[in-house]
């Protein structure tokens, strides 16, 4: 596994700044935007890849509550933070894009408050795994990111329902898009899945490595308790 | 299943007596909420009309905040002499300990909303121009959506640093949908505007799968070690 490790972090290089290039200067640019529009080749990818690592967290809590594998459980703590990253990307590049095309930073709509929420949901979940110490964080953090999943749906019905009785300046997707753009847009996407896939990587990593050294730490001193 | 509920009964008649005799968790809720309802009221300007468009929120915020005083202290007589050890020991059914807290939070919850709602009437002069009972419904699944995930997140901060802290960090991002509908639920009730049928079904809803969660999980949870 280790020897694909360069090899995609060449893949993640390559695919970021061809999509940068396509993004910036080969994408058509939007009839009624105009360049504005481009950051959606980073929002909708960074959106998507983060949802991507929150279901991978869900995945790892759930097996890790089945088999205890620790290695489970390091699969679910690099998600959340690869996940939770892409996530800020995605509420900081969609007002940026909001404020001169709707003329707001925010609004309250369905899809800016279920990602907010479900940002809020994984950093409550990230400082109960900072604030917790010793075996019982997996357990305890794989509960929270179950509870997390399940309350998923719920807030998008409650929102969907609240914002659908009291309507609010949203513009969809509108007509379908340009092939050209979603050409790009995929491109892009693909890219961001690499450079994801790359920092959870390193992350699981780091993470494995950090627990066999904190391991082999207590054993140390334990020999050293005993000896003395 | 008569062991269940007779061990669940034990525990709440004890946490019952207890309160009873000492009235830790309902007097600091109680002076908490007054105190919130007091600032509020500064914040705002409370008048008929305008506070019956935002007493639904300040309401359900108040009492969040209230219950989060007193589900932070369900376990703290239990780590006194290792009270929690000896459950996590003895062969009783984790769920029936759990059934217990969760009841008896809503007992305490409950009955600082039946002294608090006078309070809310009279300083932010409401009255419903809906039907009111339909109030009471709303208020009950609502609370029950708060204790019983309050009462699994205390259970968990239990095991972290700064356990006072955690428990609202954890338990407010996952209340945001209940929260919302009760908060909808009683303005609708207020304003006489509204459907509150879609409300009511979504906080049955997370009652019962909140409650199965919780149920599934608080084991787990207990024993971790």
Known sequence: ?228 | MSGFSSITGVTLAKDIRLEWRSKDAINSMLFFALLVVVVFSFAFDPRAEQSRQIAGGLVWVAFLFAAVVALNQTWARELRNQVLDAYRVSPAPAEALFLAKALGNFLFVSVLEGLMTPLFIVFYELRSLGPAWELLPVAMLGTWALVVNGTFFATMSLRTRSREIMLPLLLFPISIPALLAMVNATTSILTGEGAIKFWVVLLATYDVVFTIVSLLLFELVLEAE
């Open chain 1, 1 to 228: 596994m280790k020897r694909f490790f360069p090899i995609l972090a060449v893949l993640t290089a390559v695919l970021l700044s061809y999509a940068l290039y396509q993004a910036l200067v080969a994408a058509p640019t939007d009839q009624l935007q105009g360049d504005v529009y481009r950051i959606i080749y980073y929002h909708v990818p960074s959106a998507w890849t983060a949802f991507l690592f929150f279901t991978i967290n869900f995945v790892a809590s759930v097996l890790y509550l089945i088999r205890r594998n620790l290695k489970a459980d390091a699969v679910a703590v690099a998600a959340a933070e690869v996940g939770v990253v892409f996530c800020t990307v995605v509420l900081i590049t969609g007002p940026l894009w909001a404020r001169p095309v709707w003329g707001i930073w925010w609004t309250w709509d369905i899809r800016l408050t279920s990602t907010l929420v479900l940002w809020l949901i994984y950093v409550s979940y990230l400082i109960l795994r900072r604030f917790s110490s010793g075996s019982q964080t997996p357990v305890l953090a794989a509960a929270l990111a179950i509870f997390g999943a399940l309350d998923v749906p719920l807030v998008y019905f409650s929102i969907w329902f609240f914002r659908t009785q009291h309507p609010q300046p949203v513009i969809g997707d509108g007509g379908s898009m340009d092939p050209r753009m979603l050409h790009v847009l995929l491109l892009s996407w693909a890219a961001f899945l690499c450079f994801g896939f790359l920092v959870f990587w390193s992350r699981y990593r780091l993470e494995v490595l950090q627990r066999q050294l904190e391991d082999a730490q207590a054993q140390e001193s334990l020999l050293e308790a005993r000896s003395s």
